[in-house]
Nanobody, 128 residues
């Protein structure tokens, strides 16, 4: 069982930056592909970004490409989402997710069903 705990959300004005963190329990973090998803009120959960086990492969939703950066520190069992130039439409509950058994894979995963473990989410609210 893997536990994921997100942090770093908050209420900010448009144009500023935030960095989200997701800390994972367990000893096999480097075996996981990790992803960030978000869900705005009244909308379905959507893919934001993903990173493979080593950090060598990243992939982003078009809506955040060029503004958000996903990274990971396997020594700290943590994945990050650096969010720059935030917009009101980025307002959502942000979730991190883990896909075990991904060691050695260079495939990126963008679907909710690709991931097994989920955190509780951290709220990001961007005011105009």
């Amino acid at each position: 069982q893997v536990q994921l705990v997100e942090s770093g959300g908050g209420l900010v004005q448009a144009g500023v930056s935030l960095r989200l963190s997701c800390a994972a329990s367990g000893r096999t973090f480097s075996n996981y592909a990790m992803g960030w998803f978000r869900q705005a009120p009244g909308k379905e959960r959507e893919f934001v970004a993903t990173i493979n086990w080593s950090g060598s492969i990243t992939y982003y939703a078009d809506s955040v490409k060029g503004r958000f950066t996903i990274s990971r520190d396997n020594a700290k069992n943590t994945v990050y989402l650096q969010m720059n130039s935030l917009k009101p439409e980025d307002t959502a509950l942000y979730y991190c997710a883990a896909r075990p058994g991904s060691y050695g894979s260079y495939i990126y995963y963008t679907k909710i069903n690709d991931y097994t473990y989920w955190g509780q989410g951290t709220q990001v609210t961007v005011s105009s």
